[in-house]
């Protein structure tokens, strides 16, 4: 029996491989940068930005806004955590 497609099934794979990206490198920045989160999350918004960049310049892959925004998602979580957690210190 098989079983139906879901949500992340019907993702194209260009879209996966973004948001495991963002998954992977942007706790990674948010670490390092632990005292400075908006530098942190700008500093996340340069790179998956420039990746986008470096794909439509080397005709890589399809450069589209929601690749960015797949890649940014996560470090805009951890920022919006860190910063209510901060709140409530």
Known sequence: M?????FIDK???DK???LVLGLVINPVIFTILINHNLYA???CFF???GIE???RITKTGKAEWLDFISGVYSALW???LIELSR???
Do not use: A, C, D, V
């Open 2 to 6: 098989r079983r139906r497609p879901n």
């Open 11 to 13: 993702l194209p794979n």
């Open 16 to 18: 996966k491989s973004h």
């Open 41 to 43: 999350l700008i500093t």
């Open 47 to 49: 790179i998956h930005g």
């Open 53 to 55: 960049i470096y794909q």
């Open 78 to 80: 951890f920022w919006f």
């Open 87 to 89: 709140m409530f210190e």
